[in-house]
């Protein structure tokens, strides 16, 4: 059996991941979230959280928004923590500015998951064609679907989430990089 450890920065990456999931992983696949406080307390307990993990053949997977700062800078000193606990194989991923990006690249998914009518039809628009490159994505949900709530969106939209949607790079390459590590061996 396969398990899975998603250490994560906020409760809303748990909301979305525990809709998503049950359609990515194949059945038998076990997964445990770690949700730590945000961003700084994630990266102050990254390697105590990982060796103290005492499942031998785990999987573990790092989410963290990547907000304002350096994507490649984060991702490498995230990743230099699992190199440091002992876990140089775990996935390290960054969300393109902040969680809601995933969901603005999936409007379909945003007016199911929030009873919201007409918003699919504004993908085309340019905003949402390729969100990744807005500069804060929470503001524009606030504006498209003013009932977003941060945990409680994110778990209403999580389970409308096309996997196979390319819009957001940042969500494609989560996805592909969680199928790799599934049919690891």
Request: charge should be positive; charged fraction near 25%.
């Amino acid at each position: 059996m396969i398990e899975i450890v998603f250490l994560l920065e906020e409760r809303s990456a748990e909301a979305m991941l525990q809709g998503l999931l049950p359609r990515l992983l194949p059945e038998g696949v076990q997964v445990r979230y770690v949700v730590f406080e945000g961003k700084q307390d994630l990266e102050k307990q990254l390697v105590r959280r990982m060796t103290g993990y005492l499942v031998p053949k785990a999987r573990f997977v790092v989410l963290q928004d990547q907000d304002g700062g350096n994507c490649n800078q984060i991702k490498e000193k995230l990743a230099a923590k699992c190199v440091e606990a002992g876990k140089p194989d775990a996935l390290v991923r960054i969300v393109c500015r902040e969680l809601e990006t995933w969901y603005l690249a999936d409007l379909v998914a945003v007016e199911r998951g929030l009873s919201v009518s007409n918003l699919a039809r504004l993908q085309n628009k340019k905003p949402y064609r390729s969100p990744d490159s807005l500069p804060r994505p929470s503001k524009q949900m606030a504006r498209i679907a003013p009932s977003y709530q941060k945990v409680g969106g994110s778990r209403s939209i999580g389970s409308h989430l096309d996997p196979n949607n390319t819009r957001s790079h940042s969500f494609a390459v989560f996805v592909t990089g969680l199928q790799r590590l599934i049919n690891k061996n």
